[in-house]
Structures are given as structure tokens and as C-alpha cells.
């Protein structure tokens, strides 16, 4: 059974930094496509990060702030958020696609305010 479990978030002031982390199970969690999405009231979900083997991909609106990570040993991935800005503030899952079927983390709130 998959499981994504997620930890992490809070208030934090403009320009800080929070790290998000994301416990996997039941699966190999190495072989696979690895996500951070974010969704804010009234907005659709949007994708943050994905780590797939030495690779890394990231939305514009987070180049150069965020990254994301993953330890293989832990089952773990991460998402590293630095200068972190208003506009920030979500809900922030993860997610990886297993034997065609998509799945999700509980979420983390994520507050960016002074």
C-alpha cells in the first residue's frame, strides 16, 4: 500500500526558509518520478518540483529558491524553500505516480506572513 507522508510546514516570515519533508512507503520509492505541488485558496493545484534519478525540474516562479532532494536510503524526499515570498503561501503536497494510478500526500500548510 502507498503511502506519502508529509512534514514540515508553517508560518514563517517573509524571506525565511522552511523545510518540507515527504516519508514514502510501499513502493521502491528510488525507481520513481517524485513531485511537490502547491495549491492556494481558489487556485488549481500547480507543480512545484519533481526529482527523477539526477534529475530536477522546477515552475519558473521558484528557480533559484526552492530545491528539491530526495535520500533513497530514507525513502525521503525534500523541498528545501529559501526567500521565501507571500505569494508562497499553500498547501503543498507530494505526490508520485504508481502502476498508473496517481497519489498523494496529506499536504502541509505552508504561511508566508509578517
Known amino acids: 500500500q502507498v503511502q506519502l507522508v508529509e512534514s514540515g510546514g508553517g508560518l514563517v516570515q517573509p524571506g525565511g526558509s522552511l523545510r518540507l519533508s515527504c516519508v514514502a512507503s510501499?513502493?521502491?520509492?528510488?525507481?520513481?518520478?517524485m513531485s511537490w505541488y502547491r495549491q492556494s485558496p481558489g487556485k488549481e493545484r500547480e507543480l512545484v518540483a519533481s526529482?527523477?534519478?539526477?534529475?530536477?525540474d522546477y515552475a519558473d516562479s521558484v528557480k533559484g529558491r526552492f530545491t528539491i532532494s530526495r535520500d533513497n536510503a530514507k525513502n525521503t524526499l525534500y523541498l528545501q524553500m529559501n526567500s521565501l515570498k507571500p505569494e508562497d503561501t499553500a498547501v503543498y503536497f507530494c505526490?508520485?505516480?504508481?502502476?498508473?494510478?496517481?497519489?498523494w500526500g496529506q499536504g502541509s500548510q505552508v504561511t508566508v506572513s509578517s
Open positions: 505526490n508520485t505516480v504508481y502502476v498508473g494510478r496517481l497519489y
Open positions: 510501499g513502493f521502491t520509492f528510488s525507481n520513481y518520478l
Open positions: 526529482s527523477a534519478g539526477d534529475r530536477t
